[in-house]
């Protein structure tokens, strides 16, 4: 069975700094391009950050430039987002997301990424 584990969430103040890791597992997930999507209470799942295979290639959100990066280990199949300066706006459920194709991460094609992971809680104190 194929799954996409995250971990790191939790509650920090605004300001502060969270790292979050989603390991794979089931499949190796060579040539997936792999990226993190979050969900606030009440709104749609956004776009965060995606990383190409084998790492060359990334791309964020506005809301994210500068603040967050996403990198990924190859060796232990996982992608990890660091999140620096978290503001309250920031809180949501975050996803980790993988696909073959790149273009799924734009628009609203992302209904169609293959694979998700279960979510992990940040929560951005004022």
């Known amino acids: 069975q194929v799954q996409l584990v995250e971990s790191g969430g939790g509650l920090v103040q605004a300001g502060g700094s969270l790292r979050l890791s989603c390991g794979a597992s089931g499949r190796t997930f060579s040539n997936y391009v792999m990226g993190w999507f979050r969900q606030a209470p009440g709104k749609e799942r956004e776009f965060v950050a995606v990383?190409?295979?084998?790492?060359?290639?990334?791309r964020y959100a506005d809301s994210v430039k500068g603040r967050f990066t996403i990198s990924r280990d190859n060796d232990k199949n996982s992608v990890y987002l660091q999140m620096n300066s978290l503001k309250p706006e920031d809180t949501a459920v975050y996803y980790c997301?993988?696909?073959?194709?790149?273009?799924?991460?734009?628009?609203?094609?992302?209904?169609?990424?293959?694979?998700w992971g279960q979510g992990t809680q940040v929560t951005v104190s004022s």
């Open positions: 997301a993988a696909d073959l194709d790149w273009s799924v991460w734009s628009g609203g094609a992302w209904h169609g990424i293959e694979y």
């Open positions: 990383i190409s295979w084998p790492g060359r290639r990334t």
